[in-house]
């Protein structure tokens, strides 16, 4: 008789995994995911991690072949820091609509009508925009970068229109702030928000910066998604609503099992984080795809700005 369909899929999912195991000995090669990747992804990833852990585990690297689960602007932050490294992107379609909403020449407009000012870019920006910036930042250093700025330099900050929101109030700064914005983060209402609060009235909620205002309002603890993974860890409480993409839960429920996560809205999903699975992870592995590679007229600057904020993180 032939075995259930779930047992089947399971089956299936060791071939898989054991196969990339096999793989990544043979090519000497590490898998690391982000936060927000799916359930599959994240447990078969050597290292799981938001955007400045990813950076400094990519500037680390041993290996010779890094496949990046994640989308475009992180797998291209790895391949400008581990220039000699083969870096892959199982999907090559993975990309963010965020750093899609400023190109370079936007920010040489900015920098033309703001001359001597900083421009700073969140991580969540191409290479090309990168290059053009002075200073990169995470969610999870964005005040720190601005407040190495002194005070009276102008700054620029790009492409979020929240975090940069959320670190000018942070700082009581002036600055010149590009609108762009994360559709995923846009699509949790205040409402979600509320109702879960009021369902879980000891819930400590945790929102990304790159929430709209009303979320970040509504916040007890404004953190990246790294910073999430330690805050509940350490935190006394046993009850989490954690506003972000909802990849983020499989962590902290894996490292959390006495403590509960509750999501706002289930609308909270990036379908960029979710192209990658396990299958691909193999496939990426068998066939060395898809290459990220970075023109080293851009990858120079842009290092620049990506070793700048390292220096100071
Ligand atoms: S969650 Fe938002 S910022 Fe992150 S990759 Fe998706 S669209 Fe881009």
Redesign the pocket.
Known sequence: MDAPVSERNRRMMETIEQRIEVLKRERNAIVIA?N?EPDEVQALADFTGDSLELSRKAAALEEETVVFC??R??AETAAILAPEKTVLLPDRH??????DMISPEDVRELKAKHPGAAAVCYV?SSAAVKAECDLCCTSSNAAKIVASIPAEREVIFVP?THLGHHVRSLLDREMVIWDGY????SRIREADVLREKAAHPEAVVMAHP?CPEPIRRLADELLSTGQMCAFAKASSAREFVVA??RGILYRLRNENPDKRFYSPTARAV????KKIDAEKVLWALEDLKYRVTVPEEIAVRARKAIEAMLALS
């Open positions: 982000h927000y994640g989308v602007f992180m993975a990309g963010c609509p965020m750093a969540n979020d994360c559709p995923t983060h790159e972000t993409e990036c379908p960029n984080m």
